[in-house]
């Protein structure tokens, strides 16, 4: 097409935001009508960054990134796909040679407008700062021309695709636009952009500004650029905008006009930089998305020229099969057809993403949507991580923390993921530190996983995945320092100054040890030893010593001086020794429950602290003094009953209780004058939410004896009283725990032996000593798991992991297994 065929005036190319066809049409537009200058609906601060768009090391999708120089927390993303017409526009622009500008109101003023929005003083109404996915004009927030209610939001393409008799706008769009090129360009490039202007300028004579206040200023300010760039150029030039605004581009104004819209509006300071975004973040409705369902699906259709379907289900195909699901070229050949055959029975020129899904699901996957979620997460979703330059322009603790990430091999993923860290190693090391000390700093990079990895202090388990939005939280993090350790350092000495409770100081304290931050620490521990000494609740000091131990026990591995520490960790642990039992009395329920963790947590905690701190003058160790606290609460009446019953499990899990007396405290706490409420605590506290308490019950027939019998005792009226107690207890156990006692007290007492009794002394149970035939009866079992007979042993080659004789490894497993009489 010639220019002197053209019409007069700039060539409006309306478009929807990252929409593939539409992409497709800009490429074609532009290179029959060939402009001398590219407007582009976006951030003018950006145009000093959109020669880096040409860079090789430039891949989208990507975003532009403005914040807020004095609240970096402030901050707007204008993201860009391959698949997006503005980016197919800028490319196309760069690698001819033709200059290229954006147009859309400063961020400078949007992100003002957005602050004066969040404080209700925003005299345009809608504060949004403009990056959805569709054509603009949806998420209304105040009446629109036409008596639109307040609050109604006005979907353009929602609007047409109802008027053309479709009840989905994707749909609808796919058919009018996305599969309108399938087979080739269209006769007349403009001729796209020249109806869908057509029905926008219909759409805004009924809707006006669609409920969008704010883009009446945003279009005058579009407006004031295309008139001096036409001075400039001429009108042979184009402009690429949210089909949504061409009618107001056309429309006649005055420039006086357009510059009193744009009178007194809030600015404040903005950077830009470009940072790289993901498929997955283009696919949110919320934040910073672009409400794109399918970028997956977008990208394909536009990088694939041809055979888009049968080049889809080929890429499905590759997916599970790498999953190890059968998928084979019939499977292929068969969901081809398939979804053609759908779309000719439902009208449509050329089968859809619901076609190409539902065949997928029919013939791949069995008619399961397990597999289905599987290929809407990697392909039609997708999990594309964009990349930038290291020339694009960035604060400099990012650049630090790029630095650190190359230098470690961590690189950011959009794919969650899974790191084992063993911290023995220099290398993991440093990648344990670099991630605490993100977390300090809020940049929620990874996060600590449960895991095998989680058991020993040597080995930590994170879960990695980096989201466009940790840019943001980088810039905010950058007014702390200039590098990750000094900004880290700056954080917690602040945090330190400014906590109130002790557990913050507790926990900040261990997150400074597992950080390494060595400049911080004084700060900390001076703050640490302020609020110890101010603080006299028993709950808050228990809450504050597992951080404390914890803290120790990474310092030996950390080879930190922990000293200080340490005293601090004995000083709080002697005082709720002290404390701990006058509080655990007159205690309502949820208040024993809460204390009760905090027991379990001290307990923990103690663990960890013996052997870490001295044992006083008179020699009696920490240990000791706890041990005898539990001693005092399982003894006494007055301690709510489920701390008592805890109290008991620890120091028979501890070897400090014999099981006699375990039995007679349950024997105590289940006689006839204890009320039936009381019990079922006890027995909470006793075989509830613990590790094996299922298994001592099952190994122990005198304590099962002792519940079963106050169970089948318990009167009828208070029976549904503790039935909720009894069922949040067992409920916890594992299937196989509750049918073994089920067949237990079905099968009642052992054969021959005597029956429990409230004293748990003639029922059989946990033997005084081994019982010998019983363990020699497994011997042969563990020779052959241990690999001694028939001549075969540890590998001649290799390293035995456990260093001891078999013979000895054998007798070690007998031990637990013959300790039941």
């Not at 690698?95 to 859309?104: E, L, N």
Request: proline residues 7%; aromatic residues 4%; hydrophobic residues 45%.
């Amino acid at each position: 097409m010639t220019r002197a065929a053209r019409s007069a005036g700039p060539l409006l190319l309306g478009v929807r935001h990252h929409g593939p066809g539409s992409a497709r049409a800009v490429r074609a537009a532009l290179e029959a009508a060939r402009p001398q200058a590219v407007l582009i609906e976006g951030p003018p601060e950006g145009d000093a960054l959109l020669p880096l768009a040409a860079d090789e090391q430039m891949r989208p999708p990507v975003a532009l990134l403005a914040h807020a120089v004095d609240d970096p927390g402030q901050a707007a993303f204008w993201p860009l796909a391959a698949f997006s017409p503005e980016w197919v526009a800028i490319r196309w622009a760069l690698a001819h040679d033709v200059p290229v500008r954006f147009i859309d109101l400063p961020a400078a003023n949007s992100l003002a407008m957005a602050q004066a929005a969040e404080r209700g003083t925003d005299r345009h109404g809608d504060g949004e700062v403009d990056g959805n996915g569709g054509v603009d004009g949806d998420g209304a927030r105040e009446p629109a021309a036409g008596g639109l209610p307040a609050h109604a939001p006005i979907d353009p393409i929602g609007v047409l695709a109802e008027a053309a008799g479709y009840d989905d706008p994707e749909r609808w769009w796919e058919d009018v636009v996305e599969h309108r090129t399938q087979g080739g360009e269209a006769v007349d490039p403009r001729a796209p952009f020249a109806a869908l202007a057509e029905a926008m300028t219909a759409l805004r004579e009924v809707y006006g500004d669609g409920g969008h206040p704010r883009d009446t200023v945003r279009e005058a300010y579009m407006r004031i650029q295309l008139r001096k760039t036409v001075k400039e150029f001429g009108d042979d030039i184009a402009v690429v905008c949210g089909a949504w605004h061409v009618p107001a581009l056309v429309s006649r104004t005055t420039l006086a006009a357009d510059r009193a819209l744009l009178k007194g509006l809030p600015k404040v300071k903005a950077e830009l930089t470009w940072v790289p975004w993901s498929h997955r973040r283009l696919a949110r409705h919320s934040g910073y998305g672009a409400g794109i369902d399918s970028p997956g699906w977008y990208g394909h259709l536009f990088e694939t020229a041809d055979r888009p379907i049968e080049r889809w289900m080929t890429k499905v195909a590759g997916l599970l099969r790498d999953e190890d699901r059968f998928v084979s070229s019939a499977h292929v050949i068969e969901a081809v057809r398939l979804a053609e055959t759908l779309a000719a029975m439902r009208g449509r020129p050329l089968a859809g993403l619901s076609e190409t899904t539902d065949a997928i699901r029919a013939v791949m996957c069995e008619g399961s949507d397990v597999p289905l979620a599987l290929v809407q997460d990697r392909l039609i979703v997708g999990e594309t991580l964009g990349e930038v330059p290291d020339t694009a322009p960035a604060v400099p603790l990012q650049r630090d923390l790029t630095r650190q990430q190359r230098a470690l091999r961590l690189k950011p993923e959009a794919l969650e993921r899974e790191l084992e860290l063993d911290l023995r190693k220099d290398t993991d090391a440093a990648r344990s530190r670099l991630l605490h000390r993100l977390r300090i700093l809020a940049v929620g990079w990874g996060e600590p996983a449960a895991g095998r990895a989680s058991t020993g202090t040597f080995r930590e388990s994170w879960r990695l995945r980096w989201e466009p939005e940790l840019y943001v939280r980088v810039a905010e993090a950058g007014t702390w320092g200039t590098t990750v350790l000094s900004a880290a350092t700056a954080k917690a000495e602040t945090q330190a100054a400014q906590a109130t409770a002790l557990a913050e100081v507790t926990a900040l304290a261990e997150h400074c040890l597992l950080a390494e931050l060595p400049d911080a620490l004084p700060a900390v521990m001076r703050a640490l030893a302020d609020r110890a000494a101010l603080d006299a609740d028993v709950g808050r000091l228990a809450d504050a010593l597992p951080a404390l131990a914890r803290t120790l026990r990474y310092g030996d591995v950390r080879s930190t001086d922990t000293a200080a520490l340490g005293e601090v960790a004995a000083g709080l642990a002697e005082r709720i020794c002290v404390g701990l039992p006058p509080a655990c009395t007159g205690l309502d329920a949820d208040g024993a429950a809460e204390l009760r963790r905090r027991v379990d947590g001290v307990h923990t905690a103690i663990g960890l602290l013996t052997g870490a701190v001295r044992a006083d003058a008179d020699g009696a160790g920490l240990r000791e003094r706890w041990t005898a606290v539990l001693h005092k609460l399982a003894a006494r009446d007055t301690v709510a009953g489920v701390i008592r019953g805890r109290a008991a499990r620890l120091l028979l899990d501890e070897g400090r209780l014999a099981e006699d007396d375990a039995a007679r405290l349950m024997g105590l706490a289940l006689s006839p004058g204890t009320p039936p409420a009381d019990a079922a605590a006890w027995i909470e506290g006793f075989v509830g939410g613990a590790a094996g308490g299922g298994m001592l019950l099952v190994h122990d027939e005198r304590l099962l004896g002792l519940v079963d019998a106050w169970l089948t005792g318990v009167p009828s009226g208070t029976f549904a009283d503790v039935l909720p107690l009894l069922r949040r207890t067992f409920s916890v156990y594992e299937a196989g725990v509750r049918r073994t006692l089920g067949e237990l007290v079905r099968r009642g007492p052992s054969a021959g032996g005597p029956t429990a009794t409230a004293t748990g002394t003639t029922a059989p149970g946990f033997g005084p000593g081994l019982d010998g035939a019983r363990a020699d009866a497994v011997v042969p079992v563990l020779r052959l798991l241990l690999g001694l007979d028939a001549g075969t042993g540890p590998d001649p080659g290799g390293v035995d992991p456990d260093n001891r004789d078999p013979d000895e490894r054998v007798e070690n497993v007998k031990e637990p297994l013959g300790a039941t009489g």
